[in-house]
């Protein structure tokens, strides 16, 4: 799976969640301070994309999250996500 799909996803995510329709969300954008998101939103970007890659964060990994980036990152580096990403090991070697 791509980082590019990965970016969709939370883009799409974090658009349902929010209040305001009419912001316009970028990876750059900074959770609480440009969308307001809250902490009950936070929690459900949280849990649907843990449910969505098979990841697993930490209450230490959610509070260093400022941006839609971070939140990608985040998932992309996952020791999870990273090791089912991975092509299969080649029979013949």
């Known amino acids: 799976m791509s980082v590019q799909t990965v970016a969709d996803f939370v883009i799409d995510l974090v658009e349902k969640e ?30 649907d994309t843990e449910n969505r890659f098979g990841v697993r964060f930490d209450l230490a990994d959610l509070a260093r999250i400022d941006t839609v980036r971070d939140v990608v990152s985040l998932i992309t580096t996952h020791p999870a996500f990273t090791s089912a990403s991975a092509p299969a090991p080649d029979d013949a070697a």
């Open 18 to 47: 929010m209040d305001d329709e009419t912001r316009v969300v970028t990876l750059d954008s900074r959770l609480r301070e440009d969308l307001e998101v809250d902490s009950l939103s936070m929690a459900v970007i949280a849990v």
